[in-house]
């Protein structure tokens, strides 16, 4: 069975976790300082504040920048249901926007036409690691005085314009996830250029403690921490950091192997034209985090077909990505909401295997498959 994604993982983070176990510092210290610090370096952004996963990265983005009751904020369906979960957390409401079908992020147009006086923030998703047009959102955003949040949890790597993703907004949210680029088994990471912002987070990921752990445990001053408000236990162990301090320095080699991969799906299909490939626009760099293909009206095979098909045939996929106003949890609150672009797409969309190192024979096995499957 070919796999639709795996983890690259090495004896070198076994060995990181196995040191820092042996320390006996494994919850939150210096390891997580230090891949706090590299992380913010990698990105270029000013701070980095690791947490336990994005969708804890995302809550508290969404309490720093203010959002609460009453609140709207302005979000892709298409995406993760943690995207649409984050906003619930503060008892605020998301408002779903259509996305651009060439590349699966929020469309400009939907989302200025959706702007109330009740809009308090924007929530870009770099889908499947393929950068927004940030640059517009942000001065959409400024005209109407709203913030603008990146849920970057598929976008380690990725750049838009020259930058890293991390370094563009005030609050970027990041995933470690094993289906990510890099992982750290489960994890998080916020990065922003706002001291305010880091200072907070901080506070809050650890239940609002005035001296967090690794502070109070070195210092030579007996000290006594107080808890200024209600925070959560929202840290990542260090056992973790040790992980990906070494996923991190491993990160762009993992990209060029990726890319490599993408490059041979788009030669292969580009003459197929059943077949909607991802769109990489000049200024804008993809992890390929992962390798979605869109089946047009045209294709002789099914979407669901497709998948059994190539199933049986040993070669994992995954559906579309999902729409969050399509799943229970949503499906009474927004009954009325209809978005064709977003629906569309999640119901004629394949995710297909990508992950390193994955041999050539299995490359070129799915390729063929694929191809004599939408071309029958």
Same mark, same amino acid.
């Given at each position: 069975?070919?796999?639709?994604?795996?983890?690259?993982?090495?004896?070198?983070?076994?060995?990181?976790?196995?040191?820092?176990?042996?320390?006996?510092?494994?919850?939150?210290?210096?390891?997580?300082?230090?891949?706090?610090?590299?992380?913010?370096?990698?990105?270029?952004?000013?701070?980095?504040?690791?947490?336990?996963?994005?969708?804890?990265?995302?809550?508290?983005?969404?309490?720093?920048?203010?959002?609460?009751?009453?609140?709207?904020?302005?979000?892709?369906?298409?995406?993760?249901?943690?995207?649409?979960?984050?906003?619930?957390?503060?008892?605020?409401?998301?408002?779903?926007?259509?996305?651009?079908?060439?590349?699966?992020? &929020?469309?400009?147009?939907?989302?200025?036409? +959706?702007?109330?006086?009740?809009?308090?923030?924007?929530?870009?998703?770099?889908?499947?690691?393929?950068?927004?047009?940030?640059?517009?959102?942000?001065?959409?955003? +400024?005209?109407?005085?709203?913030?603008?949040?990146?849920?970057?949890?598929?976008?380690?790597?990725?750049?838009?314009?020259?930058?890293?993703?991390?370094?563009?907004?005030?609050?970027?949210?990041?995933?470690?996830?094993?289906?990510?680029?890099?992982?750290?088994?489960?994890?998080?990471?916020?990065?922003?250029?706002?001291?305010?912002?880091?200072?907070?987070?901080?506070?809050?990921?650890?239940?609002?403690?005035?001296?967090?752990?690794?502070?109070?445990?070195?210092?030579?001053?007996?000290?006594?921490?107080?808890?200024?408000?209600?925070?959560?236990?929202?840290?990542?162990?260090?056992?973790?950091?040790?992980?990906?301090?070494?996923?991190?320095? +491993?990160?762009?080699?993992?990209?060029?192997?990726?890319?490599?991969?993408?490059?041979?799906?788009?030669?292969?299909?580009?003459?197929?034209?059943?077949?909607?490939?991802?769109?990489?626009?000049?200024?804008?760099?993809?992890?390929?985090?992962?390798?979605?293909?869109?089946?047009?009206?045209?294709?002789?095979?099914?979407?669901?077909?497709?998948?059994?098909?190539?199933?049986?045939?040993?070669?994992?996929?995954?559906?579309?990505?999902?729409?969050?106003?399509?799943?229970?949890?949503? +499906?009474?609150?927004?009954?009325?909401?209809?978005?064709?672009?977003?629906?569309?797409?999640?119901?004629?969309?394949?995710?297909?295997? &990508?992950?390193?190192?994955?041999?050539?024979?299995?490359?070129?096995?799915?390729?063929?498959?694929?191809?004599?499957?939408?071309?029958?």
């Amino acid at each position: 069975m070919i796999p639709i994604a795996k983890p690259y993982l090495t004896k070198d983070e076994a060995q990181a976790a196995y040191d820092t176990i042996l320390t006996g510092w494994i919850t939150q210290g210096p390891r997580v300082a230090e891949f706090e610090e590299s992380f913010a370096k990698y990105t270029g952004a000013k701070y980095a504040v690791a947490v336990s996963n994005c969708t804890t990265a995302l809550h508290l983005s969404m309490i720093v920048a203010g959002i609460g009751k009453g609140d709207e904020v302005i979000c892709p369906s298409m995406s993760y249901v943690a995207t649409a979960n984050s906003i619930k957390y503060v008892n605020a409401k998301p408002v779903f926007a259509e996305i651009d079908p060439s590349n699966y992020n &929020l469309d400009l147009e939907d989302v200025r036409s +959706k702007i109330t006086p009740k809009t308090k923030a924007i929530l870009l998703v770099h889908q499947i690691g393929m950068p927004c047009d940030i640059d517009a959102f942000n001065k959409l955003a +400024k005209e109407h005085d709203l913030i603008l949040i990146e849920d970057a949890a598929c976008a380690a790597g990725s750049s838009y314009k020259g930058a890293k993703i991390g370094s563009h907004s005030e609050l970027v949210c990041f995933s470690f996830h094993p289906r990510k680029v890099i992982s750290t088994g489960d994890g998080g990471m916020i990065t922003t250029n706002r001291e305010d912002f880091h200072d907070r987070l901080k506070l809050l990921r650890q239940h609002g403690m005035s001296v967090n752990d690794r502070v109070r445990h070195t210092s030579n001053k007996v000290m006594f921490e107080d808890h200024l408000e209600i925070g959560y236990n929202y840290r990542l162990t260090d056992i973790q950091a040790s992980v990906g301090i070494h996923q991190l320095q +491993k990160l762009d080699w993992i990209l060029e192997e990726r890319r490599k991969i993408a490059m041979q799906y788009l030669d292969a299909f580009k003459d197929l034209d059943c077949l909607q490939l991802p769109i990489e626009r000049e200024g804008y760099f993809s992890n390929y985090q992962s390798f979605s293909i869109l089946l047009k009206p045209n294709c002789p095979i099914g979407r669901n077909e497709l998948m059994q098909k190539l199933l049986d045939l040993g070669i994992s996929t995954r559906r579309g990505i999902m729409n969050s106003h399509r799943e229970t949890a949503y +499906k009474t609150e927004y009954a009325d909401i209809h978005l064709p672009v977003s629906e569309m797409a999640q119901d004629h969309s394949i995710i297909i295997p &990508l992950y390193i190192p994955m041999e050539q024979n299995d490359i070129d096995f799915v390729i063929t498959k694929v191809r004599e499957l939408v071309s029958r």
